[in-house]
């Protein structure tokens, strides 16, 4: 008799809605969905490394928004307190933000570390003007996902086997050389200061890598360097610096030396102390409207010296 009811506990009787459903609704109900979640339940992915800014392209995808909503949704994955990650849609997030929304569409997927990763870089690396910085980190983060998935290639279109064979594949999709994303990579190896340089076009990506190879404290010497004497190191100079640094021979005194030679073909550099002219411009002009304002003024003093030759 025990046996008997124990074999009635065991049968899982169907209930009315398994009954009467369909293949297709059964499909339909694991088919992912676009929801609209509240603004303040999505978080940012951790360590995003794409600078999300409220520029003109920004404010104008924030009126975009007010006017026809958020027309791509974002993807989201949900975290064990209830709330959720933004893995692909961080601009729209802030354009949602700045139109004053409340809430987002998204798609919410179950994604671990690694799978989160890859989609948060490829979807961001799709935007026009990345920094060189953002590539690097960017790059960094997704060469770190595919190793640790190994072997597997259920998360990308082929197998990872090392550092190299993961900056190939990344290469591939990026349209760069494998060798040229290890060379970004080398980037995060600089101190925010000069990376800051980077991204401002001051300092080259060539000599930015081999700057990459000096240690924290020889990049603060560099960084200081650079700012006292207004100069920036070349490809040569960088070369020397990063094997000067290998050897342990460079201090700030060799670094100096390096920055304040005479370069090829280097011509004078005009400085005119910005104490001696700034009182002739009005508060609010901008530096290009001062450099617009003294060519203009060389101008018309060159002419007027022709005029008076020409008599």
């Known amino acids: 008799m025990a046996a008997k009811d124990d074999r009635r506990a ?9 009954l009467f459903s369909t293949d297709e609704s059964r499909a339909d109900a694991q088919r992912e969905k676009v929801v609209e979640i509240p603004l303040a339940e999505i978080s940012e992915f951790h360590g995003h490394p794409f600078k999300v800014k409220a520029d003109e392209a920004m404010l104008e995808m924030a009126d975009s928004v007010k006017q ?3 027309l791509v949704p974002g993807l989201v994955r949900p975290k064990p307190d209830g709330s959720y990650e933004m893995v692909a849609g961080h601009r729209r997030k802030k354009a949602s933000e700045l139109a004053a929304a409340e809430t987002m569409p998204c798609i919410v997927r179950e994604l671990d570390d690694d799978q989160a990763t890859i989609i948060m870089v490829d979807s961001n690396l799709q935007r026009e003007n990345i920094s060189a910085s953002e590539k690097a980190f960017a790059y ?3 060469m770190e996902a595919m190793n640790r998935q190994g072997q597997r290639s259920d998360l990308t279109s082929r197998q990872v086997g090392g550092k190299l064979d993961s900056a190939d594949a990344i290469g591939k999709e990026a349209g760069e050389s494998g060798r040229q994303i290890q060379r970004y990579i080398r980037l995060t190896e600089l101190t925010p200061t000069i990376l800051e340089m980077v ?3 001051q300092i080259a ?4 890598v081999e700057l990459s190879y000096l240690s924290e404290k020889e990049q603060q ?8 004497e207004d100069c920036t190191p070349s490809l040569a100079q960088a070369q020397r610096m990063k094997k000067l640094s290998l050897d342990g021979r460079l201090n700030m005194d060799v670094i100096f030396s390096i920055l304040t030679e005479e370069k090829p073909n280097q011509k004078e550099k005009l400085h005119i102390q910005r104490e001696r002219i700034e009182r002739f411009f009005p508060r609010e002009f901008t530096e290009k409207q001062k450099e617009d304002l003294i060519v203009q003024l ?9 005029r008076e030759h020409e008599r």
């Open 68 to 70: 026809y909503g958020v």
């Open 298 to 306: 060389l101008e018309g003093w060159y002419r007027k010296r022709q």
């Open 221 to 228: 010497n560099l960084y200081e360097t650079m700012q006292s």
């Open 199 to 201: 991204d401002e076009k």
């Open 140 to 142: 960094k983060m997704k």
């Open 10 to 18: 065991s049968i899982k009787l169907s209930t009315v809605d398994d």
């Open 205 to 208: 990506f060539n000599p930015a």
